[in-house]
């Protein structure tokens, strides 16, 4: 079985709950990224954020 680990705003590895969870566990899981496209309209976007995820 494959766990999905899905990420929409933050995508810190650090101190992600659910990373560490699964990485304790020793499970498998693949990591799934949804480009939304209401960040890009947020007044909280940044040029940066898009650069970095794009």
Do not use: A, G
Request: glycine share 0%; no cysteine.
């Amino acid at each position: 079985m494959i766990n999905i680990v899905y990420l929409k705003r933050d995508l810190r590895f650090v101190d992600n709950q659910l990373f560490s969870l699964v990485e304790q566990k020793n499970l498998d899981y693949r990591i799934i990224y949804i480009f939304d496209h209401f960040l890009l309209e947020s007044d909280h976007s940044d040029i940066r954020h898009l650069q970095f995820v794009y």
